[in-house]
């Protein structure tokens, strides 16, 4: 299969993709307080649509931009639904 | 030259989004960490769509982009909010509690 963007590029954006999702989990698990923890999720949610984008540019098909509309969408909700959730139980 | 500018956009927003999350990982603060969890992941996944719009080169593409891009945009900053809200509750329930 040909490709029109040189594979080193994709690899090096990958990687980069890569060492973030695990300075991010790294957050996820030590996080003090679980505001941290919601915090992290969001950016994991980010990184997996920045994945799915990248590998659509590699394997040339254009259907996998559906996804991350879903991702932050999904995202979104259970962000909110868990902080105002935290903000009921404390008040 | 589409594909320099294609893997320069690449590139970027994949850095930007690793810049978050060393921030994410370094700065002390809840409210630091969110400072940079929020604002380098929207701008980071913006340049990464920009670069795919461009490979692709369709209507469809475009616009399913701009889709995303007005999400994330919308919701980034709500869902921080939300986040700091239920943080302060706790934090203010503790100062009370203590005095």
Redesign the interface.
Known sequence: MEH???IV??I??FS??L???V??F??LLRGP?I??R???M??IA??I??FV??Y??LINE?IY??L??II??I??IG??AV??Y??HR?? | M??II??AF??A???F??I???G??RLKD?YS??HA??KA??F??FL??I??SV??N?P??YI??L??VV??YL??P???H??????Q??DK?ENEKES
């Open positions: 029109s963007i040189s590029v994709l090096i954006t980069f993709l060492a973030s999702l300075l991010a790294i957050r307080s505001n941290d919601i915090a992290a969001d950016v980010v990184v649509m920045a984008l990248v659509s540019v254009a931009l559906d991350p509309v932050s969408l995202s979104f962000t909110v902080s105002t935290l903000k404390n008040g | 589409d594909k294609i893997s690449l590139l927003g994949s850095f989004i690793l978050a999350t060393i994410l990982v809840l960490r969110l969890a929020t992941p929207s980071g996944i990464i769509l670069g795919v490979y692709f369709t469809m593409v399913k982009s889709f995303v999400f994330i919701t980034a709500l869902s921080a939300a986040i700091i809200k239920s943080f509750e706790k329930d």
